[in-house]
């Protein structure tokens, strides 16, 4: 196996992992809870109880 066929191989490899991620990014539904994202803090709360994240 030649140096071109394997890096023939890794770039193959590397688009279909980054196709499926695609994939999965887009058919796994979003879901919008309002519960906030990770790095908000209490100084952006409206006081509203918050409850673990599933």
């Known amino acids: 196996m ?3 066929d ?3 191989l ?3 490899a590397i688009g279909l992992a980054s196709l499926t991620i695609v994939a999965i990014r887009l ?3 979003h879901r919008k809870d309002n519960a906030g994202e990770w790095y908000e803090g ?3 709360d409206d ?3 918050r409850r673990p994240r599933r």
């Open 47 to 49: 006081d509203r109880p």
């Open 27 to 29: 058919i796994k539904p």
């Open 10 to 12: 890794v770039l193959i």
């Open 42 to 44: 209490p100084w952006e």
């Open 6 to 8: 394997l890096l023939f």
């Open 2 to 4: 030649s140096q071109n």
